[in-house]
Structure formats: structure tokens, C-alpha cells
């Protein structure tokens, strides 16, 4: 590959993209390193618009960079998957809950054209995460408070390897119908205004959520 990608004016953003998404498919799997010179060689980069990207994976808590331009994926933590969680408890129905006080109309289509979804199978593809992530946004953005959607965003970066983490229990058919009535009543209460019930919902949708399940798994890894 030479030059930019398609898609991609800015070289630091192919370079961003691609080893994100290969950290999230397990390519790149925590603790794993990874050589920055002959990555930048198969993107067709210099590795200095490589570094910006790591720099900014780093930020997110994805990549750890050494001293002598080493550079590994970070590893995964029972403590940062309930820092996560904990976090995620006191926002994520905060901000259902200001949607459905808040939402417009154009809220309520971006909201019904993103909700067409079903939850997450044991191997999801990047467009699977994708398309979740971009229901859980729709709602985030029909809160118009732009610090807790800017807060939501940056943990949800750091909370797909835990959910990937996660299905590595593939979770049974119940569980997934479960998933998929919650993101259905999710939208019903945010477009019927019911600020209480969007806030409840999403309080269950959390404490039952794959990064739940992750606490779980690194939990019983990590006992004696």
C-alpha cells in the first residue's frame, strides 16, 4: 500500500483505524507487541504519522508505548473492566433518561434507523460493533449534554475488548432475546418521553451488559 488509503485524508487516521480495529478483532490480542517499522512499511507510512496514531490509541488505554519506540497492546484488568462498569452505571441512564426528556425529531429517526440490531454473537465483525455502538450513540446524542457525550464515547473506546472478552462465553439464545427486547423497550420509552422508564432500562440494560459478564470472567481468572 502506498500513499493514503482511500477514505483516509490524513495518514495518522488509516494508521489509527487499522491497528484499532485489528486490537479489537484479537489480531493484535492484549499484551501482545508489534513492530512499528514493518507496520508502517505495509501501510505504506513513515512511522511518524504512526506515532501520532499510537499516541492517541495510547490515550484511549489501548496501546503502551515504550522508550525505544516499542509499542504493545495493553493488557486486560478485573480493575479497569469495573471501573468501566461503575462508571457506566451512573452515566449511561443519565443520559437515557435526558433523552427522553430531550430528544427531537430528528433524535427519535436517527434513533429508529440505528435500531435495527441484534446482539452480539460470539465472533462479532467490526460492522457488528459498529452498528451497536451507533444505537447506544443515537441515544447518547438525543441527550444534548455534550460533556456526558463526549464522556460516553471515550469510555465506550475502552470497553469493546471487554465485551469481546466477554464472548468468549457465547451467551445462550435467552440471553441475546433478553439483549434485544431491552435496546426495543430502550427506544420506545426515549421516543415516548418516559424519562424514568429510558433511565431504568438502561440501568438493567448495564448491569446485565457484556462488560458485567467481563468483571465476572477476569474475576474467577484472577482467584487462587
Known amino acids: 500500500m502506498s500513499g493514503s488509503a482511500p477514505g483516509f485524508a490524513v495518514k495518522s ?11 479489537l478483532s484479537n489480531e493484535y490480542a492484549p499484551g501482545s ?16 504519522p504512526l506515532r501520532e496514531a499510537l499516541r492517541r490509541l495510547q490515550s ?8 525505544h519506540r516499542d509499542a504493545s497492546v495493553t ?11 461503575e462508571f457506566r452505571l451512573a452515566v449511561d441512564p443519565l443520559a437515557a433518561g435526558l433523552a427522553a426528556q430531550r430528544r427531537t425529531r430528528d433524535d427519535i429517526a436517527a434513533i429508529r434507523a440505528a435500531s435495527e440490531i441484534e446482539a452480539l454473537p460470539e465472533q462479532p465483525s467490526i ?21 456526558l457525550i463526549a ?10 475488548r471487554y465485551r469481546l472478552e466477554a464472548l468468549r462465553d457465547d451467551r445462550d439464545e435467552e440471553e441475546r432475546r433478553r439483549k ?16 424514568a422508564g429510558a433511565t431504568e432500562v438502561m440501568r438493567r440494560h448495564i448491569q446485565s451488559s457484556l462488560g ?3 468483571v465476572r470472567r477476569l474475576g474467577e481468572r484472577s482467584d487462587p
Open 13 to 23: 487516521d488509516l494508521a489509527y483505524t487499522v491497528v484499532r480495529n485489528r486490537i
Open 33 to 48: 507487541p508489534f513492530n512499528q517499522a514493518r507496520l508502517a512499511v505495509e501501510l505504506g507510512i513513515s512511522t511518524t
Open 60 to 67: 484511549e488505554g489501548l496501546v503502551e508505548l515504550g522508550p
Open 75 to 85: 493488557g486486560l484488568s478485573i480493575e479497569e473492566a469495573r471501573d468501566l462498569l
Open 127 to 147: 460492522d457488528q460493533l459498529i452498528n451497536h455502538r451507533r444505537f447506544h450513540q443515537a441515544v447518547y446524542a438525543a441527550s444534548h449534554n455534550d460533556l
Open 151 to 160: 464522556t460516553l464515547d471515550s469510555l465506550w473506546d475502552k470497553s469493546d
Open 180 to 195: 434485544n427486547a431491552e435496546h426495543r423497550e430502550l427506544m420506545l420509552c426515549v421516543i415516548g418521553g418516559d424519562a
Open 212 to 214: 458485567a459478564a467481563a
